[in-house]
C-alpha cells in the first residue's frame, strides 16, 4: 500500500508563515539482525500439547510426540550377513578343509545346534545356528561331490566375521527416535522394524492464512485482459498455503479480506478461536490503508520489525487474543506473523523465520538450515548493507550463478534458482570466492 502524506500549505503562503512548525518524525528502531529475530520469536513459542495416533504409514513429515523405545533387538539373534556356511572357526584348521554339511537353515528358519565339526549351509538374514561363530562366503568355497555331502574351505575364518549380532542395529529398551524427530522414510523404516504400526505424533498446527489489498486478483476471478488498472494477481497465497502444508499444518484459507478496519478485525477474531497461528501477507506498512496494525493491536499485541536482511526487511508478529471457552488450550493467546507483500520477501522471510517457527510449535529442532561452502561464478561488488540473500543455481562447473534480477517483486529468481548465497552485510563479491549456499531443499524440507 502507498502512503498518503496530508498536504501542506504552499510555500510562501500566509498560513505556511504563521503554521506552527511541523514536529520531527520519531527515529525508527534499529535494524534487528536476523538471528536475533529468530531467537526472540522462538522465544515466545509453547510447543503443541495435543498429540494423535496415527498410522506409521502416514505419518512421513510428522513430529513424534513421545520416545519410541525398542521393546526388542534389532535383529533379534544373531544372524548371516552373506550366502554361505556357518562353521566354528576352530573346525577349519587349514585351506582346503573339508566339512559335512549338516543343515539348511534360510531366512526364517531355526537351525538346530551346529554339530562339530560340521558346517550349516546358511543364507543371508538367516539365524547363525548356535555354536557356530563364523560365517564363510559361499565364493570362499566349494562343493564337495561324493556319498557325503561336503564343503571344501579355500580361507581360514575368523571368530565373528560375518556374523550380525543380536542387537547390532537395536537394543532391547533403547530410545531408537527421540521425541522431536521430524520423521522421514528411513525414520519409518526404523519404526517398523520393531514393530510399531502406529506412532503418537504432535497434531497438526492450525494455521490461518488470509491477504490483505484490494488490488489482489484471485486467478480464475478475472482474465488477463481484463485485468482492471492496478490490479495484480495473488501469488503470495499460492506460495504461503503450499510452504505451511509442506510442513504439515492444517491450512484455512480466508482469502483476501478486504481493506477496511472492521473487517480486519472480525477476520482476526474468527481465525484466532480456532487456530495457532495468524498468518497474513502484506499489509504492516505505513499506509493508511493498511490495517492489519491497528486490528491486531486493538485484539492483542504487535511487535514491528526491521530485520537486516535483503529481501523481507519488515515483519510483524505478536498475537490475538481468543474469546474464553472457543478452544479447549491452556494458551489463551493465537500467534500472529505477519509477512511484508512482495512476493520474494514474503518467500524468504517464510523459510528463514515462519519454518523454523512452526517447527518448535511442534517441538522439532528450529535452526536454519547449514550452509555449504561453494565458489561465487559471479561478481556482486556493490553490497547491501543488510545481510543478503541472492537466489542463485548450481552450475555444472560446481559453481553458482547469480539471478540477474534481485528485486523482491521477482519471483521468477526463486523459480530459477535451487538456493540462496547467504551474503554477510556489507560484503562484495568476487568471482571465485567461496560463499554461503543454503539449497532450497533444506529450506523447503
Known amino acids: ?45 509453547t510447543p503443541l500439547a ?7 504409514f502416514e505419518a512421513d513429515g510428522r513430529v513424534l510426540a513421545a520416545d519410541l523405545v525398542s521393546p526388542l533387538h534389532v535383529p533379534p539373534q544373531d544372524n548371516s550377513a552373506m550366502d554361505g556356511y556357518a562353521v566354528r572357526a576352530a573346525d577349519v584348521q587349514h585351506p582346503g578343509a573339508v566339512l559335512r554339511v549338516s543343515q539348511r537353515i534360510a531366512a526364517g528358519d531355526a537351525g538346530a545346534p551346529l554339530e562339530a565339526g560340521t558346517a550349516a549351509r546358511i543364507f543371508t538374514g538367516a539365524p547363525v545356528p548356535p555354536g557356530a561363530d563364523a560365517v564363510v562366503p559361499q565364493e570362499d568355497t566349494e562343493a564337495v561331490s561324493g556319498d557325503v555331502h561336503g564343503v571344501r574351505f579355500l580361507q581360514l575364518p575368523k571368530a565373528g566375521q560375518f556374523v550380525r549380532r543380536a542387537g547390532e542395529d537395536v537394543s532391547r529398551g ?27 505424533v504432535v497434531a497438526r498446527p492450525r494455521v490461518a ?38 510442513l504439515g499444518c492444517e491450512v484455512s484459507d480466508l482469502g483476501i479480506v478486504p481493506d477496511r ?18 498468518l497474513t501477507s502484506g499489509g504492516v506498512s505505513v499506509g493508511e490503508e493498511d490495517h492489519i496494525k491497528p486490528a ?8 514491528l520489525w526491521q530485520i537486516a536482511i535483503k529481501p523481507g526487511k519488515p515483519f510483524a508478529h505478536g498475537h490475538v487474543r481468543r474469546d474464553a471457552g472457543a478452544m479447549d488450550e491452556r494458551d489463551a493467546h493465537c500467534h500472529f506473523i505477519g509477512l511484508p507483500g512482495n512476493p520474494v520477501s514474503s518467500f524468504i522471510t517464510f523459510v528463514l523465520l515462519v519454518r523454523p517457527f512452526l ?22 561488488p556493490r553490497p547491501d548493507k543488510r545481510r543478503e540473500f541472492l537466489r542463485v543455481r548450481r552450475n555444472a562447473a560446481g559453481g553458482l550463478d547469480l539471478f540477474a534480477n534481485q ?14 548465497v547467504d551474503n554477510p552485510p556489507a560484503h562484495a563479491i568476487a568471482r571465485g570466492e567461496m560463499v554461503r549456499f543454503i539449497p532450497f531443499s533444506e529450506l523447503l524440507a
Not at 528485486?407 to 540462496?420: C, F, P
Open 296 to 303: 491486531v493491536r486493538q485484539l492483542g499485541a504487535l511487535d
Open 1 to 45: 500500500m502507498s502512503e498518503h502524506p496530508h498536504p501542506h500549505p504552499a510555500a510562501g503562503s500566509e498560513s505556511a508563515r504563521t503554521a506552527a512548525p511541523l514536529a520531527t518524525p520519531p527515529q525508527r528502531a534499529p535494524l534487528r539482525a536476523l538471528d536475533d529475530a529468530l531467537a526472540e520469536l522462538l522465544a515466545t513459542v
Open 407 to 420: 528485486s523482491s517483486g521477482v519471483l521468477t529468481s526463486a523459480v530459477w534458482g535451487d538456493g540462496v
Open 174 to 200: 533403547a530410545v531408537v527416535l527421540a521425541r522431536g524427530s521430524r520423521l522421514g522414510p528411513a525414520e519409518l523404516g526404523l519404526a517398523a522394524s520393531i514393530g510399531a504400526s502406529h506412532l503418537d
Open 50 to 56: 495435543r498429540s494423535e495416533r496415527v498410522s506409521t
Open 261 to 278: 478496519l472492521d473487517a480486519t478485525v472480525a477476520a482476526l477474531k474468527t481465525a484466532a478461536d480456532h487456530h495457532d497461528l495468524i
Open 359 to 380: 517447527l518448535a510449535l511442534q517441538g522439532a529442532a528450529a535452526a536454519l538450515p547449514a550452509a555449504l561452502p561453494l565458489p561465487a561464478h559471479f561478481d556482486w
Open 209 to 246: 492464512l488470509f491477504s490483505t489489498g484490494d488490488e489482489l486478483v484471485m486467478p480464475g476471478e478475472v482474465a488477463p485482459e481484463a485485468l482492471p488498472p492496478g490490479a495484480i494477481y495473488n501469488s503470495n497465497r499460492y506460495v504461503l498455503r503450499a510452504l505451511l502444508q509442506r
